[in-house]
C-alpha cells in the first residue's frame, strides 16, 4: 500500500464542505483483526505500528467490533461519536435506510423529506437509494468500509455549514439546533473502502482528497449528522 501517498490524504489542508482531487487507490495491508479484542466500548486498545510497519505513517488506531480501523483522538473526539460515524456510513454499503434516518438529526430529516417532496417529488428513501447506486458505481462494485480518520480542522466553519442548510431547513437553523443540543463537533473526515474482490482500498466518495467538513450533534448522549 502506498501509506506515504494515504498519509498525504489524511494530513491534507482542510476540506470546505464540497473538496476536490484525484482519489487514486492505494493497496490494503494485511488484517490482524480479533474480534474478542474489542470490550464493551466498541473498540479494541490503541494498537501503534512499529516504526518498521509500513502503516506507521498513519499513526495509532483502534479496531471497531466491525473491523475498520479507527484513527483519531479520545481527547479531541468521544469514542461513541466515532463508532456514530461508523454507523451512519455504514448504511450506504448496507442500503440500511431505517439505520441511516436513526443517525440523521430529527428535524434535519423531516426538512429534507419536505425539501425532497417539494422540489424532485420522492422522498428520502429515494433519495438515499439513489445515493447508494451512485456510490457503488463510483466505487466500482459492492464495498465495506475499512478505515476512517477523524482530525479537528484548522478552523471552524460550523456557520458556514449550516449556511448551506437554509434552503432545506430553514433559515437561523443553526441557532435552533445550538438552542436543543449538548454539544456540536466540528470535524474533518477521513473513509477508507475496499470493494469486494479487490485487493486495493480507495477514497470513500469522490473528490475528498481534503477530507469531509462536518459537523456532528450532541444531545442526550447520542450523535446525529446532518447528511
Given at each position: 500500500m502506498?501509506y506515504s ?11 470546505c464542505?464540497s473538496?476536490s482531487?484525484c482519489?487514486?487507490n492505494n ?7 480479533d474480534p474478542?479484542?474489542?470490550g ?15 502503516e ?5 488506531y483502534?479496531?471497531s467490533?466491525?473491523?475498520?480501523k479507527?484513527?483519531?483522538s479520545e ?7 466515532i463508532l ?8 450506504y ?8 434516518t436513526?443517525c440523521l ?7 429534507m423529506?419536505?425539501f ?5 417529488q420522492?422522498d428520502?428513501?429515494t433519495?438515499?437509494?439513489?445515493r ?5 458505481e ?7 468500509l475499512?478505515?476512517i ?22 433559515e437561523?437553523?443553526k441557532?435552533?439546533v ?10 474533518r ?17 469522490k ?5 469531509m467538513?462536518?459537523v ?11 447528511c
Amino acid at each position: 500500500m502506498k501509506y506515504s501517498r494515504l498519509t498525504a490524504l489524511m494530513t491534507a489542508a482542510l476540506c470546505c464542505l464540497s473538496l476536490s482531487g484525484c482519489g487514486k487507490n492505494n493497496k490494503s495491508a494485511a488484517s490482524s483483526f480479533d474480534p474478542a479484542s474489542v470490550g464493551e466500548s466498541g473498540v479494541g486498545e490503541v494498537i501503534v505500528p512499529p516504526t518498521e510497519d509500513e502503516e506507521a505513517s498513519l499513526g495509532s488506531y483502534r479496531y471497531s467490533s466491525g473491523g475498520l480501523k479507527l484513527y483519531y483522538s479520545e481527547e479531541e473526539y468521544p469514542t461513541e461519536l466515532i463508532l456514530a460515524l461508523e454507523k451512519l456510513f455504514s448504511t450506504y454499503a448496507d442500503r440500511d435506510f431505517d439505520t441511516y434516518t436513526d443517525c440523521l438529526y430529527p428535524s434535519y430529516a423531516e426538512s429534507m423529506e419536505t425539501f425532497l417532496q417539494k422540489d424532485y417529488q420522492y422522498d428520502l428513501n429515494t433519495s438515499f437509494t439513489k445515493r447508494c447506486d451512485s456510490l457503488e458505481e463510483d466505487m466500482g462494485g459492492k464495498y465495506k468500509l475499512t478505515r476512517i480518520k477523524v482530525e479537528v480542522p484548522d478552523e471552524d466553519y460550523t456557520e458556514d455549514f449550516f449556511n448551506q442548510l437554509d434552503d432545506i431547513c430553514g433559515e437561523d437553523y443553526k441557532n435552533k439546533v445550538t438552542d436543543e443540543v449538548d454539544k456540536l463537533y466540528n470535524i474533518r473526515l477521513f473513509i477508507m473502502v475496499q470493494t469486494e474482490g479487490s485487493d486495493t482500498e480507495q477514497l470513500f466518495f469522490k473528490d475528498t482528497e481534503n477530507g469531509m467538513g462536518m459537523v456532528v450533534a450532541e444531545k442526550d448522549g447520542k450523535y446525529y449528522a446532518f447528511c
